[in-house]
Every structure is written in structure tokens, then in C-alpha cells.
């Protein structure tokens, strides 16, 4: 497994392979470029070429890598408290952990790549465009979060990004994504590249009948798709050797080609991506990518995420594995940054994480009148004065009523 | 485990009031005979309903080597515990987790009950039913039928959790008992309180039919009563009348009841009215009998649930009732339903047939003409 080998290039071999002017002054104080190493981040199926082994990468770019990935680390974390004070309910998947997922393959694309992904969602609608208010928003079903406070943790969108969402059921959104994937080869001219799709699950989604009846009908129609499995080791509860009898999940499109990316290195996401954007883009039909990631949180809030697999586990991770870390280190040896800027740059983000999160809590609540719209294309709305409902739907008279709350005023 | 080598019998089982044969395994242990038994468990406990469902699927393993349990993470007590402990008790080989595939899960059960085995499936969510919907709908309630009775996989269970919980948004609250109740062949339950729970389970399990059983999730923990510990069934296709009354009848089902009970308070203590309280337990086949009484003695009827107004199984109630009673109805029976909304996060509160709601209904009725 390539996870194991996570993290050892940067610190042996330096970030300055080549490309980064040598003065370090000039390295911190004007753009530049540094070229990293990402050897053994990549293992192939059924494929005759590869991902570059190095990544070249800009200070810019880098750093706004960092930053994001830092926002969606503090933005789960609160989304923790706050669910933990009660200030959000519902059912909360949070993806801390897997944090470099979502930025590598949004560092990859272009903005008009369509994207769907399951239920762990917060980050990739930070990544695709969102706000940490507009998310947190959304979970405490304010008007101003994304859906306008009428769906919570699962349900982010965002239109103008080509981003499907999130979607609740498990492996649902893998069908709709090679819907999407047609679509940019219909509209795509022939001969021309293609936006690709690209569809996330889960390991534990991975087995669902209708991801198979997905591939199928991209590979036999040679779609631009990229079928991207973020294996964090669990499904729900199970590990993967109890929940699947394949465990190279790169390897489970049999005739498409497939591609295990270690999910943990925001560099080699990035690469992979790339590398899996044009070659899905250029006609050579869908592709089955494998991120080797791991999630902190249990798979929901209702699940402390201990009783399947033990702290050492988690710990161990957290100290060799962090893609945070790698992307601090990489900021440090490639000269970009200093320990203590980096430091001082999480201090901002975490008083704009607080920021943002005050906004999203002084957002109302959305009026009445959401609850009946947006169910059909015309809308069942109150009739004119805002008190009438249509008259199938029997609202209670609470100001005519003895009884609130069940209580006797 | 080795079902081949098990040797297969007939025996009988009680079911809706007929003597129903089936083929089943031998080494079924001995059970009481159906109706009388609720009586004879003397020991009661206080216990919630996850753990009376829990116990009840004790029983069933303890009493049937053909029974397994399978499910997303019911290994270590699923998501509402309502498994913890059986994998240890039982062995792995018959309480095992399954992968993430509902259509997979229904059809495995319908495979291992078809030999003869019983099969206990959990669907995590009641909202998760729709991945194995072709499985239920089209194999499992028609296996019987289809083969012209030389198959069936009446030995299947498929437990979920439905119901609203309070903040459970569009995917983890949805009632979807009306959707299975369009299906001929399929068994539909869904109990109130522990105590129905275990016994209605107990039943829901040793049918020759194949059920789906949905679990009020709202209630796992918070709903608690005595229960008896041993070993009883309670009839399926029976309604119980949980209060009597001469004024006006209201049927409802599961977790909604509390509701109702709140309701049919509300209409005492406020108007002196005298209400007539029925759960009906298992939705298909529903107990028409018991409502029709109700209702020529009533002659008005308030029919609520929680899952949306239509087609609702409120509407099959209602249609039927109107045929029966015709004659004794002496206002328009109404529904107290969810809205025609998807089931939304932060409007629960209004989405929900609340007492309220149904209050309102019940006076309705009662001044109609006057």
C-alpha cells in the first residue's frame, strides 16, 4: 500500500529538485516555483501511462492550497462543537482527514468539470467555490446557507461550479455522474477536449449495484468519467477487508483503467487528477481512481469512531500522515514560508472560521412560505397576504389555540 | 452453517388468524401458541424499545439455528444498538455485517429464506429502502405467487427505522409504510411501544409471510414500559383499541400514536370529548373490522400519520371506510397527515401532524352542522 510510504520525500530529499530560483530570499519574496517529488504516490491498472513523479507547484498556488485545506480543517472542527452544543442537528459527516481530496482534485480541474460527491460534502462545496458562512449556514438551517437551510449537512450545491452536491443515499450520485459525463461529451465537439465528470464515493459505496451499472454504460459509451473512490479504510463501521473482497478498489473497473493515488499527499491528488482529466478528456473513456485517504471523525456524529478501530490508530495517522502537515512541511522546505508565518496565517484563518460562523448564526431562519416552494416548477405558495395556504394543506391555528407545546398557557 | 444438513419439517404456525402450513426446519424449538401467549408471560422488565426489539431477536436466535441476522454494521449493535451483543452471544456466522448494499441485503434474505432459513435483514434507514425496492417488490412479495407456491421466502424479516426524529432532514425520517402497503404479498408492521414491539417482531419473524418492519427510530430510546421477558407473539393483521370511546374514532400507527394519545387528551380535558384511539400495528393486511366497528358505533372517524397526505395509507382507510360505513358516518372523515412537502430539515415542526393538527380535527368533526 502506498499510504505506508506517505510523506518520506519532501523531508529526504528537499523541496528544490529544480525549477525554484536559489536564492532563498527571491524563493519567499516573489512568485515562484518549486518542483516536489511525489515518487510511489501512484500505483497503475491497466494503464500504459503514468502520472509525472514530480509536481511542479508555485509558491501562490501552494499557499492558496494551504489555506483552503486549513479553512476545511477549523470549518469541521466547529461544525463539531456546534453540533455538539446543539446548534446544528441532523446527520453530520465530517471530512477531516481527507482534506487533500477535495483541494487536489479541485487544483486539478477547471471550473466547468462537473462534480458530484456523496454525503461528506462540507469541504468539496468549500472547495468549489463556497463559503464557510454559506456551509455552516446550511447547518443551522439558516436562509442564507447554501440550499437555503432546507436540506443541512448533505446538501450543497453550486450551480455556477458545476457541483452536483451532495447526495444522501450511498452511491446514488455515481449514476447521475455519468449522466453528467454525457453530457459533456455531447456537448463537446468531436476531436475536441471534453470536460470530464468526476463522481466520489465512498469504499463502502463502492459495491453498491448501481456504481457497477454506472461503469458500464461509461465505459461502453466511452465517457469522459472519473470515478473516484475515496477509500478512508471504513464503510460506516466495517473495515474494508470485512465489507469487500476487493481491497484494490483502483482494480474493481476490471476493463477500465485505473489509477490508486495516495490521497494523503495534496501534490500527488493534484497530479493524479491532471493526469486522469486529460486522459478521460481526450476520449480514452471513464477512469476508476483510488484515493488512499482516512477520516478523523467516525462516520457520523452519531458515531464516536472508536468502537470499530482504536486511538493508536487514529493517532498514528494524525502524527505520520496528516496532509496538513505535508503541505506545512512542503510551504517550509520549498522556502515559501517560514514556521512562524505559517503559524500566524492559522491564527487569521481561525479568527475568519469564527468570523464566518458568527455571520451564518445571524442569518434567519428561512420564512414559512420555503417550506412549500421549489417542490414543483410553480410553486405552491401562500396566496397573496402570506398567511393563506393552498386549502390541502391545513396549517394549526396556534393563535386561537389554549394549548401550546401540548402546555396550557 | 451447513443448511443442508438440517433436516426440513412441517410445522404450523398461527398467522392472521388461519392455520397456515409451511415447510421449515425441525430444530425449531418450541414457542407458545399465538393470542394466549402475552397472557402467560408473567416477568415483565422496564425496558425501551430498542432493547425489546433486541430481546426479541434474542429469542428468535436462541429458538431457530436457521435464524441470522445481517446488516450494515449490526456486528457491533448497529446504529441504534438494537443487535448489541447478539454477534457475541450467537457467533459471527449468524450476526454479520454486511457491505453497503440494500438491493444485496434483500435479495440475500429472500436466497437464505427460500431454502428455508430465516433471514432477520436490517435496512439501516426506513430511507434506504429504495435501493432494494425491486428486491421487496418484485422477488420477495411475489415469490409465492409467482411459482405457483412451490417457492416462497416467507421466513424473511427486513427491520428499519422510520419516522421523524426531529432534526433528521429529506433522507433519515421518511415513513415510506404506504409505498410497501401497494404490494400484494408483502406484510407491513410497524408497533407503537416496546412492549407491541417484541411481540409484533416475535410474529413479524415466525410468519410464513415474508414482513417489513419499521421501527419508530424516535422512540428507541425514549419510548419505555414494562415488558415481559419471555417468549409471546402478538397477532399480525389485528389492530388493537388503545382507548375506547363513543364520540369519534381515530386510527393511526407506530411512533404517531403518542401523538394521538396527546390529542385525543387534549379533546377530553378541553371539550369533554370521548375519543376512540385504535393502532392499527400492521398496515397490510390492515384490520378493516375493528375500524369498521369503531366507526358505525362513532360515527366519525380522524385518520392520521406522519408520512405525506397523498395516496398516504390514511386514503386507503378512508376510502374503505366510506364503503362500510357509509350509513353511520355523520361528518366527512378527515386526514391529519405530513404535507405533500419533501420531509424538510428546519420545518419539521410544521411538516408533523402534530396534536395540535389533529385537534382541530377532531372538533371539526364534531361540530359538522351544527
Same mark, same amino acid.
Given at each position: 500500500?502506498?499510504?505506508?510510504?506517505?510523506?518520506?520525500?519532501?523531508?529526504?530529499?528537499?523541496?528544490?529538485?529544480?525549477?525554484?530560483?536559489?536564492?532563498?530570499? @527571491?524563493?519567499?519574496?516573489?512568485?515562484?516555483?518549486?518542483?516536489?517529488?511525489?515518487?510511489?504516490?501512484?500505483?497503475?491498472?491497466?494503464?500504459?501511462?503514468?502520472?509525472?513523479?514530480?509536481?511542479?507547484?508555485?509558491?501562490?498556488?501552494?499557499?492558496?492550497?494551504?489555506?483552503?485545506?486549513?479553512?476545511?480543517?477549523?470549518?469541521?472542527?466547529?461544525?463539531?462543537?456546534?453540533?455538539?452544543?446543539?446548534?446544528?442537528?441532523?446527520?453530520?459527516?465530517?471530512?477531516?482527514?481527507?482534506?487533500?481530496?477535495?483541494?487536489?482534485?479541485?487544483? @486539478?480541474?477547471?471550473?466547468?468539470?462537473?462534480?458530484?460527491?456523496?454525503?461528506?460534502?462540507?469541504?468539496?462545496?468549500?472547495?468549489?467555490?463556497?463559503?464557510?458562512?454559506?456551509?455552516?449556514?446550511?447547518?443551522?438551517?439558516?436562509?442564507?446557507?447554501?440550499?437555503?437551510?432546507?436540506?443541512?449537512?448533505?446538501?450543497?450545491?453550486?450551480?455556477?461550479?458545476?457541483?452536483?452536491?451532495?447526495?444522501?443515499?450511498?452511491?446514488?450520485?455515481?449514476?447521475?455522474?455519468?449522466?453528467?459525463?454525457?453530457?459533456?461529451?455531447?456537448?463537446?465537439?468531436?476531436?475536441?477536449?471534453?470536460?470530464?465528470?468526476?463522481?466520489?464515493?465512498?469504499?463502502?459505496?463502492?459495491?453498491?449495484?448501481?456504481?457497477?451499472?454506472?461503469?458500464?454504460?461509461?465505459?461502453?459509451?466511452?465517457?469522459?468519467?472519473?470515478?473516484?473512490?475515496?477509500?478512508?479504510?471504513?464503510?460506516?463501521?466495517?473495515?474494508?477487508?470485512?465489507?469487500?473482497?476487493?481491497?484494490?478498489?483502483?482494480?474493481?473497473?476490471?476493463?477500465?483503467?485505473?489509477?490508486?493515488?495516495?490521497?494523503?499527499?495534496?501534490?500527488?491528488?493534484?497530479?493524479?487528477?491532471?493526469?486522469?482529466?486529460?486522459?478521460?478528456?481526450?476520449?480514452?473513456?471513464?477512469?476508476?481512481?483510488?484515493?488512499?485517504?482516512?477520516?478523523?471523525?467516525?462516520?457520523?456524529?452519531?458515531?464516536?469512531?472508536?468502537?470499530?478501530?482504536?486511538?493508536?490508530?487514529?493517532?498514528?495517522?494524525?502524527?505520520?500522515?496528516?496532509?496538513?502537515?505535508?503541505?506545512?512541511?512542503?510551504?517550509?522546505?520549498?522556502?515559501?514560508?517560514?514556521?512562524?508565518?505559517?503559524?500566524?496565517?492559522?491564527?487569521?484563518?481561525?479568527?475568519?472560521?469564527?468570523?464566518?460562523?458568527?455571520?451564518?448564526?445571524?442569518?434567519?431562519?428561512?420564512?414559512?412560505?420555503?417550506?412549500?416552494?421549489?417542490?414543483?416548477?410553480?410553486?405552491?405558495?401562500?396566496?397573496?397576504?402570506?398567511?393563506?395556504?393552498?386549502?390541502?394543506?391545513?396549517?394549526?391555528?396556534?393563535?386561537?389555540?389554549?394549548?401550546?407545546?401540548?402546555?396550557?398557557? | 452453517?451447513?443448511?443442508?444438513?438440517?433436516?426440513? &419439517?412441517?410445522?404450523?404456525?398461527?398467522?392472521?388468524?388461519?392455520? #397456515?402450513?409451511?415447510?421449515?426446519?425441525?430444530?425449531?424449538? $418450541?414457542?407458545?401458541?399465538?393470542?394466549?401467549?402475552? &397472557?402467560?408471560?408473567?416477568?415483565?422488565?422496564?425496558?425501551?424499545?430498542?432493547?425489546?426489539?433486541? $430481546? &426479541?431477536?434474542?429469542?428468535?436466535?436462541?429458538?431457530?439455528?436457521?435464524?441470522?441476522?445481517?446488516?450494515?454494521? #449490526?456486528?457491533?449493535?448497529?446504529?441504534?444498538?438494537?443487535?448489541?451483543?447478539?454477534?457475541?452471544?450467537?457467533?459471527?456466522?449468524?450476526?454479520?455485517?454486511?457491505?453497503?448494499?440494500?438491493?444485496?441485503?434483500?435479495?440475500?434474505?429472500?436466497?437464505?429464506?427460500?431454502?428455508?432459513?430465516?433471514?432477520?435483514?436490517?435496512?439501516?434507514?426506513?430511507?434506504?429502502?429504495?435501493?432494494?425496492?425491486? $428486491?421487496?417488490?418484485?422477488?420477495? %412479495?411475489?415469490?409465492?405467487?409467482?411459482?405457483?407456491?412451490?417457492?416462497?421466502?416467507?421466513?424473511?424479516?427486513?427491520? *428499519?427505522?422510520?419516522?421523524?426524529?426531529?432534526?433528521?432532514?429529506?433522507?433519515?425520517?421518511?415513513?415510506?409504510?404506504?409505498?410497501?402497503?401497494?404490494?400484494?404479498?408483502?406484510?407491513?408492521?410497524?408497533?407503537?411501544?416496546?412492549?407491541? *414491539?417484541?411481540?409484533?417482531?416475535?410474529?413479524?419473524?415466525?410468519?410464513?409471510?415474508?414482513?417489513?418492519?419499521?421501527?419508530?427510530?424516535?422512540?428507541?430510546?425514549? &419510548?419505555?414500559?414494562?415488558?415481559?421477558?419471555?417468549?409471546?407473539?402478538?397477532?399480525?393483521?389485528?389492530?388493537?383499541?388503545?382507548?375506547?370511546?363513543?364520540?369519534?374514532?381515530? #386510527?393511526?400507527?407506530?411512533?404517531?400514536?403518542?401523538?394521538?394519545?396527546?390529542?385525543?387528551?387534549?379533546?377530553?380535558?378541553?371539550?369533554?370529548?370521548?375519543?376512540?384511539?385504535?393502532?392499527?400495528?400492521?398496515?397490510?393486511?390492515?384490520?378493516?373490522?375493528?375500524?369498521?366497528?369503531?366507526?358505525?358505533?362513532?360515527?366519525?372517524?380522524?385518520?392520521?400519520?406522519? %408520512?405525506?397526505?397523498?395516496?398516504?395509507?390514511?386514503?386507503?382507510?378512508?376510502?374503505?371506510?366510506?364503503?362500510?360505513?357509509?350509513?353511520?358516518?355523520?361528518?366527512?372523515?378527515?386526514?391529519?397527515?405530513?404535507?405533500?412537502?419533501?420531509?424538510?430539515?428546519?420545518?419539521?415542526?410544521?411538516?408533523?401532524?402534530?396534536?395540535?393538527?389533529?385537534?382541530?380535527?377532531?372538533?371539526? #368533526?364534531?361540530?359538522?352542522?351544527?
Amino acid at each position: 500500500m502506498i499510504a505506508g510510504t506517505l510523506l518520506r520525500r519532501i523531508a529526504t530529499r528537499g523541496a528544490a529538485v529544480g525549477g525554484r530560483l536559489p536564492s532563498v530570499n @527571491a524563493a519567499r519574496y516573489f512568485s515562484s516555483n518549486a518542483t516536489f517529488d511525489v515518487e510511489g504516490s501512484f500505483e497503475t491498472h491497466m494503464l500504459d501511462t503514468a502520472p509525472e513523479t514530480t509536481v511542479e507547484c508555485s509558491k501562490e498556488e501552494l499557499l492558496e492550497m494551504f489555506e483552503l485545506m486549513y479553512t476545511m480543517r477549523r470549518m469541521e472542527i466547529t461544525c463539531d462543537n456546534e453540533y455538539k452544543a446543539r446548534n446544528i442537528r441532523g446527520f453530520c459527516h465530517l471530512y477531516d482527514g481527507q482534506e487533500a481530496v477535495a483541494t487536489g482534485i479541485n487544483a @486539478a480541474f477547471d471550473p466547468e468539470d462537473s462534480w458530484i460527491t456523496s454525503y461528506r460534502c462540507h469541504c468539496v462545496a468549500l472547495a468549489r467555490g463556497g463559503s464557510v458562512s454559506s456551509v455552516v449556514g446550511e447547518l443551522f438551517g439558516n436562509i442564507d446557507g447554501y440550499s437555503r437551510g432546507k436540506g443541512g449537512s448533505m446538501h450543497f450545491y453550486n450551480k455556477a461550479n458545476y457541483f452536483f452536491g451532495g447526495a444522501g443515499i450511498v452511491g446514488a450520485q455515481v449514476p447521475v455522474g455519468a449522466g453528467s459525463a454525457f453530457a459533456n461529451k455531447y456537448k463537446s465537439k468531436p476531436g475536441e477536449k471534453m470536460n470530464v465528470s468526476v463522481a466520489c464515493f465512498g469504499d463502502g459505496a463502492a459495491n453498491q449495484g448501481q456504481i457497477w451499472e454506472a461503469a458500464n454504460m461509461c465505459n461502453l459509451w466511452n465517457l469522459p468519467m472519473i470515478f473516484c473512490i475515496e477509500n478512508n479504510r471504513y464503510g460506516m463501521g466495517t473495515s474494508i477487508d470485512r465489507h469487500s473482497s476487493i481491497q484494490d478498489y483502483y482494480k474493481m473497473g476490471n476493463e477500465i483503467p485505473g489509477l490508486r493515488i495516495d490521497g494523503m499527499n495534496v501534490l500527488a491528488v493534484k497530479e493524479g487528477m491532471r493526469f486522469a482529466k486529460e486522459y478521460c478528456g481526450s476520449g480514452n473513456g471513464p477512469m476508476y481512481v483510488e484515493m488512499m485517504t482516512y477520516r478523523y471523525h467516525g462516520h457520523s456524529m452519531s458515531d464516536p469512531g472508536t468502537t470499530y478501530r482504536n486511538r493508536d490508530e487514529i493517532a498514528f495517522t494524525r502524527s505520520t500522515k496528516d496532509p496538513l502537515e505535508f503541505v506545512k512541511k512542503c510551504l517550509v522546505d520549498a522556502e515559501f514560508m517560514t514556521a512562524d508565518e505559517i503559524k500566524d496565517m492559522e491564527k487569521k484563518i481561525r479568527k475568519d472560521v469564527q468570523k464566518e460562523v458568527l455571520k451564518a448564526k445571524e442569518s434567519p431562519v428561512p420564512p414559512h412560505e420555503e417550506l412549500f416552494k421549489h417542490i414543483f416548477a410553480t410553486n405552491l405558495e401562500p396566496r397573496s397576504g402570506g398567511i393563506e395556504y393552498p386549502p390541502h394543506i391545513r396549517m394549526p391555528n396556534y393563535e386561537n389555540s389554549f394549548w401550546i407545546d401540548g402546555k396550557k398557557e | 452453517m451447513m443448511l443442508s444438513s438440517l433436516r426440513i &419439517a412441517e410445522r404450523r404456525l398461527p398467522i392472521l388468524g388461519q392455520q #397456515v402450513v409451511r415447510r421449515a426446519f425441525h430444530q425449531t424449538v $418450541q414457542r407458545n401458541s399465538a393470542g394466549a401467549a402475552a &397472557a402467560t408471560a408473567d416477568e415483565t422488565r422496564e425496558m425501551n424499545l430498542f432493547t425489546a426489539v433486541n $430481546q &426479541a431477536m434474542d429469542i428468535a436466535l436462541a429458538s431457530d439455528p436457521t435464524a441470522i441476522i445481517f446488516g450494515e454494521d #449490526v456486528a457491533f449493535g448497529g446504529v441504534f444498538r438494537c443487535t448489541q451483543g447478539l454477534a457475541e452471544k450467537y457467533g459471527k456466522d449468524r450476526v454479520f455485517n454486511t457491505p453497503l448494499s440494500e438491493n444485496g441485503i434483500a435479495g440475500f434474505a429472500i436466497g437464505h429464506a427460500s431454502v428455508g432459513g430465516t433471514a432477520i435483514g436490517e435496512i439501516q434507514f426506513a430511507d434506504y429502502i429504495f435501493p432494494a425496492f425491486d $428486491q421487496i417488490v418484485n422477488e420477495m %412479495a411475489k415469490f409465492r405467487y409467482r411459482s405457483g407456491n412451490q417457492w416462497n421466502c416467507g421466513n424473511v424479516v427486513l427491520r *428499519a427505522p422510520c419516522g421523524a426524529v426531529g432534526h433528521g432532514g429529506h433522507y433519515h425520517s421518511q415513513s415510506p409504510e404506504a409505498y410497501l402497503a401497494h404490494t400484494p404479498g408483502l406484510v407491513v408492521v410497524m408497533p407503537r411501544s416496546p412492549k407491541t *414491539a417484541k411481540g409484533l417482531l416475535l410474529s413479524s419473524i415466525r410468519s410464513p409471510d415474508p414482513v417489513v418492519f419499521l421501527e419508530p427510530k424516535a422512540l428507541y430510546r425514549t &419510548a419505555v414500559e414494562p415488558v415481559p421477558t419471555g417468549d409471546y407473539e402478538l397477532p399480525l393483521g389485528q389492530a388493537e383499541v388503545m382507548r375506547s370511546g363513543s364520540d369519534v374514532t381515530i #386510527v393511526g400507527w407506530g411512533g404517531h400514536l403518542k401523538v394521538l394519545e396527546e390529542a385525543c387528551d387534549m379533546a377530553h380535558g378541553l371539550h369533554g370529548i370521548s375519543c376512540e384511539l385504535i393502532d392499527l400495528q400492521t398496515i397490510l393486511p390492515w384490520d378493516v373490522d375493528t375500524v369498521v366497528e369503531s366507526v358505525q358505533k362513532t360515527g366519525k372517524l380522524v385518520v392520521s400519520h406522519e %408520512a405525506p397526505l397523498t395516496c398516504g395509507f390514511g386514503a386507503e382507510v378512508v376510502a374503505t371506510l366510506q364503503e362500510h360505513c357509509f350509513l353511520s358516518l355523520e361528518a366527512p372523515i378527515q386526514r391529519i397527515c405530513g404535507l405533500d412537502t419533501p420531509f424538510p430539515l428546519v420545518f419539521e415542526k410544521y411538516y408533523i401532524p402534530n396534536a395540535l393538527k389533529n385537534l382541530d380535527a377532531i372538533t371539526n #368533526v364534531m361540530d359538522y352542522g351544527r
